[in-house]
């Protein structure tokens, strides 16, 4: 069951006026513009023990993506493709009021959201996580840590989850007809990537839009937008959060800032994941 | 119909009802969006002297200072009672509002109040951010110690007792009994035989399932008389209206 | 080798409709009622095709635990479940991770609309049962409990109509089937409050080009209208005898 979540972190009202307040002179409480993302690094195999791992700071906001993956019979209706799994994980050192437990709606909605991100633009090549058609695929574990809650969680996770998938190498492995032997010791090929994906949040403040909200910020906000996209410009994925609204007109704003907005990450992301062995394939 | 026929029409959530005017009251019913009032249930919208009224059409009851409530006592604690009141908030009746003084230290409440009695009385005090208060003091509150109640959806209660408290009055005048009709939808009855009480309660249920019949009252008066077979009222209602 | 796999079969076909006879900017039929259920304080049933959705709500109540309720507000408890012989294969009866996800954003949804000051310290739950899952229950659901918060007399700013706009085989279609939710390449749920003009229920899973995003949101605004011109009609056939009062 859903419900109304108590007010867990109220910001006091005069501090709302203070944020106000400075939007209404053109700038931000962190003296950002309205459209610039939060200072940001991403920094692969920060888990040796992961297949793949990236560890993501946006601002004050630190997320720890890994990559492990195990074989598996394939889905009936798609015998020729692997598969992946998302998870995203509030954990309570990240913040004041996470709890120990399983994932709250707010996690899983985290990991729902970033698994569409992912597989509608088909930036994992499924086919090649195929190891005998109809009897053995890869299944590969895409597990995000929130480890620090300072705001916009979502993008953080995204970039933290390709960055990982980059990083990440499948076993070593030997197929002889339906025969399949697996070096877990060895290194074997990459996970096969077709290109990056991002996520944007922008959140709507009174009449003010916000790219990457941090974290008081998003709380007093009226509602946030996630747009996922490829470095085209194609929109692989939306979520609405919140309990706010928008007009159709404010859609269309927020999707061409958000839009304006994925350059800086895919710039980002590329620093670290075009390497000579890296093989971006775009 | 004694007094001249008003307007209603029937609202929606959402529906556009009018423009801002200079002195439109607050009301949970009628919401603003840029210089426009939208209504925000199910209601009938009214124009009473400059104001617009929405009288929902379904919903709980909701407390307001002055309602005469029939409340249902639900726990008896130290120097009260908690009561239901059929409404989102469970309502207190302080010990001292019944007896007149102080409660004693040590005395014990199921005395005058036990679990399960009913009350009739006044909502004293609400203001959402604390229970609804309610008092026994005034002519006639107090526990319910004879007669029946029945429970009505509490948006009925202005139809239960009509405009100029015309159909209570129809209600009691032509069976003879004594009728209460609580804001929170509860009604009491007291009848002398058994065969008014039973009409009274049909009669009650029938206004609650077709509120806004045209010439319900007359349609009850004229069932209630064909059903107890005399066209004047008995003696003992005449007694008590 | 193994062909078990089932070929995308065509959805736009040779004279521009789609499999189920529909033209791309046609909903399927449906139907409404309001009040259906005796114990709840609102119920509805909305079906849009073969999905069917019932919802009730109850309330606003108290709230227990009492903790949980907050003071300046009503505390909205939805649940979004699909009973398990909803679907083709019987669905586990307990939570799924997707049913957590459109519990919260059909709470989200409906706390836009509904004015939750006017109840602080209370609840108001609303149960959604999908009793036929065929594309497009979350919608439905949502549809459902905004009849069913209005049929239990609580304020609210407005109704909530909602459809999904798609992408199949290149063309935008309204209110997507089963098959164009399996195997078209764009399903965009998107709910609004109509009088309003306020978009209350937003998600993408699929692909859009930006272009056609905006054209998916004008195609849905048109269904939206048209369910919400339904939702009235349902409620006023309700309570059609109030109409003339006196």
């Known amino acids: 069951m859903s419900l109304t979540p108590s007010n867990y972190n109220i910001v006091p009202l005069i501090k709302r006026e203070g944020i106000l307040s400075v939007l209404e002179k053109g700038s931000r409480i962190d003296g950002r513009k309205f459209t610039d993302f939060r200072s940001l690094s991403i920094t692969q195999g920060y888990a040796k023990k992961a297949e793949g791992s990236a560890m993501v700071r946006l601002g004050d906001t630190a997320v720890l993506a890994g990559v492990k993956m195990k074989e598996d019979v394939p889905f009936p209706d798609t015998p020729d ?9 509030l954990l309570p050192l990240a913040y004041e009021t996470f ?14 959201v970033v698994d569409r991100g992912l597989r509608d633009s088909k930036a994992i090549d499924l086919k090649r996580l195929c190891l005998v058609p109809g009897k053995k695929v890869w299944t590969i574990w895409i597990d995000i840590d929130v480890l620090d809650y300072g705001g916009n969680v979502l993008d953080a996770s995204m970039l933290a989850a390709v960055a990982a998938l980059y990083d990440a190498f499948l076993p070593k492995v030997e197929i002889n007809g339906e025969e399949v032997k697996i070096i877990k010791e060895e290194k074997g090929e990459r996970v096969p990537m077709n290109y990056p994906v991002v996520s944007v949040t922008v959140a709507k403040l009174d009449k003010f839009f916000l790219v990457d909200p941090e974290l008081e910020e998003e709380t007093i906000a009226d509602t946030r937008l996630s747009i996922s996209y490829l470095e085209d410009g194609r929109i692989v994925g939306i979520q609405k959060f919140g309990s706010g609204t928008l007009t159709t007109q404010e859609l269309d704003a927020v999707e061409s800032i958000a ?5 800086r990450l895919f710039e980002e992301l590329k620093k670290v994941i075009t390497r000579p062995e890296g093989g971006v394939t775009q | 119909m004694t007094e001249k026929d008003k307007i209603r029409t029937l609202v929606l959530p959402g529906d556009l009802v009018g423009e801002v005017g200079e002195q439109q009251a607050w ?4 919401i603003r969006n840029g210089n426009k009032l939208y209504s925000t249930v199910i209601g009938l919208l009214e124009q009473r002297d400059n104001q617009l009224v929405i009288l929902p059409l379904e919903g709980v009851y909701y407390p307001r200072p002055g309602d005469l409530v029939i409340g249902l006592i639900e726990d008896v604690e130290l120097y009260g009672w908690t009561v239901d009141i059929v409404s989102p908030y469970k309502a207190y009746l302080q010990g001292s509002s019944l007896l007149g003084r102080p409660v004693n230290a040590g005395e014990d409440l199921r005395r005058y109040l036990n679990v399960g009695d009913y009350i009739m009385a006044k909502v004293d005090s609400f203001d959402r951010s604390s229970s609804p208060m309610l008092s026994v003091k005034g002519k006639g509150l107090g526990r319910i110690s004879k007669g029946k109640v029945v429970d009505v959806s509490p948006v ?3 139809r239960l007792i009509g405009r100029n408290r015309s159909m209570v009055e129809t209600l009691s005048g032509e069976t003879g009994c004594e009728v209460l009709v609580g804001q929170n939808g509860r009604v009491w009855m007291n009848c002398v035989k058994k065969e008014s009480e039973e009409l009274l309660v049909e009669m009650i249920y029938l206004i609650e399932r077709e509120p806004y019949t045209k010439g319900l009252t007359e349609k009850v008066k004229s069932l209630i008389r064909e059903r107890l077979g005399v066209n004047v009222a008995s003696p003992e209602a005449q007694a008590n209206t | 080798m193994l062909t078990l796999q089932v070929q995308k079969p065509k959805l736009i076909l040779e004279d521009g409709r789609r499999t189920d006879g529909r033209r791309p900017d046609e909903m399927r039929p449906i139907k409404m009622e309001v009040g259906i259920l005796k114990n709840a304080n609102g119920s509805a049933i909305v079906e849009m095709g073969k999905t069917k959705v019932l919802t009730a709500v109850y309330g606003p109540r108290e709230m227990h635990p009492r903790h949980l309720a907050l003071p300046d507000r009503t505390v909205m408890r939805v649940r979004y479940h699909m009973t398990p012989f909803s679907t083709d294969d019987r669905k586990n009866p307990s939570l799924s991770r997707r049913e957590i996800e459109i519990s919260k954003v059909i709470r989200e949804a409906l706390e836009a609309a509904v ?15 999908v009793l036929q899952a065929d594309a497009g229950t979350r919608l439905v659901a949502l549809m459902s409990a905004s009849l069913a918060v209005a049929d239990a007399g609580i304020p609210m700013r407005d109704l909530i109509a909602g459809v999904a706009v798609g992408k199949a085989d290149g063309t935008l279609v ?8 399996m195997w078209g390449e764009a399903d965009m749920p998107i709910a609004m409050m109509p009088s309003l003009s306020q978009v209350t229920l937003l998600q993408l899973n699929g692909n859009f080009t930006p272009e ?6 004008q195609l849905a605004s048109k269904g939206i209208e048209e369910l919400y011109k339904l939702q009235k009609e349902t409620l006023t056939s309700k309570y059609s005898a109030y109409k003339e009062v006196n």
């Open chain 1, 81 to 89: 493709q692997g598969n992946f799994i998302v998870n995203v994980e």
């Open chain 1, 99 to 112: 709890e120990p437990g399983p994932p709250d709606e707010n996690a899983v909605e985290l990991s729902r």
């Open chain 1, 259 to 263: 839009r304006a907005s994925t350059s």
């Open chain 3, 115 to 129: 004015l939750a000051e006017t109840f602080p310290r209370t609840t108001i739950d609303v149960f959604s049962e």
């Open chain 3, 212 to 217: 056609e995003f905006r054209a998916a949101i």
């Open chain 3, 174 to 181: 309204l209110d997507l089937n089963e098959e164009e939710d």
């Open chain 2, 27 to 30: 009301s949970p019913y009628i």
């Open chain 2, 156 to 158: 009925r209660t202005p």
